[in-house]
């Protein structure tokens, strides 16, 4: 089954720019989207199609994805995008997951 | 403003099925534009998809729980159900309802999400 793969937990200082990777066989070959899910809360579709943004996402948040890697990147980040993000993606007709990252604002 | 809710028992026996239903407000379910998918996630860890149905009936299942699920929609109620036999503990989980749009298999994404609801298979 097709895999994608994060690292566990990314930190980042209030400010600075996190990036996070999503690690798939031939992801670039796919869309990616990525979700943003709070504690206690759903996700929330943050990017979808690789780069675009929902209605209503600061535009500090961007998507790129090219070879095996799809990229999350929060510019000048801030304290309230503390949370677990996940990539997403489709094999085939299945929906896959990544394995998730908490950012942590220091 | 589109919302969707889950409702359905919090607890479930061993061996039996896991009955779940959400419900759509604000938008016709019967819109071709868009899809509808269960997602789960067990306490502390991510999310797995589960499996969508079109407004048409097709539906689309995770290989991994194929032969346990059943997805079906009632357009007259605006509502999706979902349908899993044989629970575990394994099956234990948030189970988050949520509306996709784009093309499956592609550019598809979920942009609309319930509040979830957390099941427990326990005798």
């Known amino acids: 089954s097709y895999e994608l793969t994060q690292p566990p937990s990314v930190s980042v200082s209030p400010g600075q720019t996190a990036s996070i990777t999503c690690s798939g066989d031939k992801l670039g070959d796919k869309y990616a989207c990525w979700y943003q899910q709070k504690p206690g809360q759903s996700p929330v579709l943050v990017i979808y199609?690789?780069?675009k943004r929902p209605s209503g996402i600061p535009e500090r948040f961007s998507g790129s994805n090219s070879g095996n890697t799809a990229t999350l990147t929060i510019s000048g980040t801030q304290a309230l995008d503390e949370a677990d993000y996940y990539c997403?993606?489709?094999?085939?007709?299945?929906?896959?997951f990544g394995t998730g990252t908490k950012v942590t604002v220091l | 403003q589109v919302q969707l809710q889950e409702s359905g028992p919090g607890l479930v026996k061993p061996s039996q099925t896991l009955s779940l239903t959400c419900t759509v407000s604000?938008?016709?379910?019967?819109?071709?534009?868009?899809?509808w998918s269960w997602i789960r996630q067990p306490a502390g860890e991510g999310l797995e998809w589960i499996g969508l149905i079109y407004t048409g009936g097709r539906t689309n299942y995770n290989p991994s729980l194929k032969s346990r699920v059943t997805i079906s929609v009632d357009t007259s109620k605006n509502q999706f159900s979902l349908k899993l036999n044989s629970v575990t503990a394994a099956d234990t989980a948030a189970y988050y309802c949520?509306?996709?749009?784009?093309?499956?298999?592609?550019?598809?994404?979920?942009?609309?999400w319930g509040q979830g609801t957390m099941v427990t298979v326990s005798s």
């Open positions: 604000g938008a016709s379910i019967s819109s071709s534009s868009y899809y």
């Open positions: 949520a509306r996709g749009f784009g093309t499956t298999g592609t550019t598809g994404a979920f942009d609309i």
């Open positions: 199609q690789d780069s």
């Open positions: 997403q993606a489709w094999d085939s007709s299945t929906g896959v």
